[in-house]
């Protein structure tokens, strides 16, 4: 969890230029290729300015949702909303409504 | 008898105007200055309200007014060159004659949003019909409560009016909220779409009036999020644009559900417009 500063989500590819296609800030979540198998990172981060952050080790909330389920429905409450948040900005940028229609 | 009386009288009567300026905004979008061949004052406009402008021996197109204003001697508008016409006008040379009909339609309510807070949210072009309601809120500040400008492009080289998004954003009670779709790695601004800026808003909803602009998908994605925020839908309004030809309301080209953009519009009260939005023959 970001506390101060701003963090840029960025796309590698071989031959191009990263590409920058989120930013995010203060209260906000980066990363929860923890919660999901493969538990693999599909993104890079990249801090902008000096940012603070709050760590949590994915591997114990998992144990201890997978304990407690009251937590676990809690957890993936929250983490669902902030998902479904980022489909639809991902979508709304995929349709690229800037763009000059011929 | 002055322009704008005579425009008033008669909106089919096109006046003789020249280009003074031609300014390169983003790679395709270039802003024009133009003043009344005979001198003297221009048409006076309310913010939001678009021209029908005349280029010669190509034709006539609907373009929203982006100055001040106040500042009546001189018309300004942001053309983005997508078709033969809007090429040909951002072709003009500084000296050529183009003809200008209007102002024309309806404008963002200025008077009714003294006293409020504004809440500008503009995409891409759109942020050029707003561009004279910001003019007008910063020149009488005094009327208006804190001004929220939300601003989304699609990259950092198509974002308009840069070096005036920094100065708005140094008056007082004025937040200056910018965002692109795809940043390179030399931004180090937001990136993200304009629904992502709602976040970091400060926004009073029970005081404010919402004026919004964009592509109008964007512009449906944002109505709901300033609706998620408890804004009334009577307090929200949206410049809607179609194909024009006659602007007066004859024609019917611009016709959408019972109203004309160009008679009725181009700014509407959200509440009205609201089922038409997601009506897919419109």
Known sequence: MIREGKVAVEVLAPQHKPIIVA???????????????????KFHARAIDGVRA??????CLR???????DLGYEV??????????????????????????? | MTLTSQAALDPMLTHPYVVREVAKETPDTFTLTIEPENGGHGLAFAPGQFSMLWVFGVGEL???????????????????????????????????SVGVRGPLGTGWPADGARGKDVIIVAGGIG???????????????K??????ILYGARSPRELLYRKELASWARNRETQVLVTVDYGGLGWRGHVGVVTTLFKYARLQPAHSVAMVCGPEIMMRFVTRELETHGLGRDDIYLSMERNMKCAVGFCGHCQY????ICKDGPVFRYQQIRPLLEKYEL
């Open chain 2, 127 to 141: 942020l050029a019909p707003l561009r004279p309601l910001i003019y007008q809120v910063l020149s009488n500040r």
């Open chain 1, 63 to 69: 144990t201890k949702c997978e304990e407690n389920h």
């Open chain 1, 23 to 41: 930013t995010l800030s203060i209260g906000e979540l980066l990363g929860w290729s923890w919660l999901l198998p493969p538990f693999q990172w």
């Open chain 2, 257 to 260: 559900g019972p109203y004309f």
């Open chain 2, 62 to 96: 609907p373009i929203s007014i982006s100055g001040d204003p106040a500042k009546d001697n001189r018309l300004v508008y942001t053309v983005r060159s997508v078709g033969q016409a809007t090429h040909a006008l951002v072709s003009r040379c500084v000296g050529d």
């Open chain 1, 54 to 59: 709050i760590a949590l080790d994915g591997k």
């Open chain 1, 76 to 102: 993936l409450k929250r983490f669902a909303r902030i998902m479904e948040q980022r489909l639809e900005a991902t979508r709304l940028q995929l349709l690229d409504v800037y763009a000059v229609r011929r």
């Open chain 2, 143 to 148: 009327d208006y409560g804190r001004l929220v």
